[in-house]
């Protein structure tokens, strides 16, 4: 068998959200790495071979979600001071934590610089989906540039030190955290599956307008990973809220924002919109599945989650955090994978 057709019979990651067991990998699979959305943060660990981190996301009183990412192959993985990763020979699993600090470009800086490098080293050169979760995202750092346009500078900064290695830049999430410094943590694949997506609705994020930091966010809208041989493959959906253009709108009200964040996940994952992209598929928001919801303000929660429980069949899969967001204007925030 040809290495090619090796890569085209890969299955796709699974994502599950446990609730219950701490994040045990089904009978028979394997577990690519852990992340626990709870009531602390700490340093990236490994936990039964595999890579753990733990995120300061829920209140004391509310449970705990650890999103676990399985696979059906034997995971390697390793840990050097505040990183850790995995592989399985197809996917790869970085997490690194950024400690406090009164100015973070350079901290996030090297903090991707170690990651990318590492990725590359092992072969593992498509990026597929990002995460960012800042302490006190809206916040000022020590020289009074807002948290997440400092984040935004030190990330654009290793993105554009790395450009000549990566396929551009990939579905992400930039969310507020209920602790202090940084955590990120991505997937990457081996080369040839990734297709990164815009939106026709909103402005590309690393074209934004200077207003809104120094260096824009450096994300696509989504990203979709073909799988040959196991269906459609995954479309990965960034972060999504109220923006239309570069404007956030309906500022203040929390039912128009919500319309206007699934409108904009509808176009994005739409046949349509994907045709625009040469990748042959099509979702709609029924398909969403790994599904998280932030919300800025606890009193919006309970319409939030009565509006994704109609949208969202099995609503009850989704999970919802209670957290900042990147723009003090901003209610509420979605992700989830269609497949
Ligand atoms: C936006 O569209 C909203 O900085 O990685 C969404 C997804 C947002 C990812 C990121 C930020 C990020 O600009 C914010």
């Known amino acids: 068998m040809t290495a ?55 209140a004391a009183d509310a449970v705990p979600v650890t999103e676990v990412w399985v696979t059906d192959r034997p995971v390697r993985s390793g840990l050097q001071d505040n990183l850790v990763y995995a592989e399985d020979g197809e996917y790869f699993f970085c997490a690194v934590r950024v400690e406090e600090s009164g100015v973070y470009r350079d901290p996030v800086r ?20 990002m995460w960012n979760l800042v302490g006190d995202i809206t916040g000022t750092n020590a020289e009074g540039t807002e948290i997440y346009q400092d984040f935004c500078a030190g990330r654009a900064l290793a993105f554009e030190e790395w450009s000549e290695h990566f396929e551009g830049m990939p579905a992400a999430t930039g969310i507020g955290a209920l602790g ?99 990748v042959d598929a099509g979702y709609g928001l029924a398909e969403l599945g790994s599904v998280k919801v932030y919300v800025r303000d606890a009193e919006h929660l309970p319409a939030v989650r009565a509006r994704c429980a109609e949208v969202f069949p099995g609503g009850a899969g989704a999970v919802f955090f209670n957290v900042g967001i990147c723009r003090p204007d901003l209610l509420v925030e979605i992700e989830g994978i269609c497949r």
Do not use: K, W
């Not at 260096?215 to 990965?236: D, I, K, N, Q």
């Open 180 to 278: 202090t410094g940084i955590d990120l943590y991505f997937l990457a694949c081996r080369p040839g599956r990734t297709t990164h997506l815009e939106n026709p609705r909103q402005t590309p994020a690393h074209r934004y307008p200077e207003r809104y930091g120094v260096r824009p966010p450096s994300f696509a809208r989504g990203t979709h990973l073909a799988s040959e041989g196991y269906g459609a493959g995954a479309l990965f959906v960034s972060g999504t809220a109220s923006i239309l253009g570069d404007d956030t709108v309906h500022p203040g009200d929390i039912e128009r924002q919500l319309d206007v964040t699934l409108a904009n996940i509808e176009t994005l994952v739409s046949g349509e919109n994907l045709r625009q992209h040469a």
């Open 110 to 129: 090297t903090a991707y610089d170690a990651a990318f490098r590492l990725a590359r080293q092992q072969g593992y050169t498509d990026l597929f989906r």
């Open 4 to 58: 090619l057709n090796t890569l085209a019979r890969t299955p796709l990651l699974d994502c599950v959200f446990d609730m219950t067991s701490g994040g045990d990998a089904p009978a028979g699979r394997n577990v690519l790495a852990r992340v626990v959305y709870g009531h602390h943060g700490g340093r990236p660990t490994l936990y039964r071979g595999s890579p753990r981190i733990d995120v300061h996301m829920t």
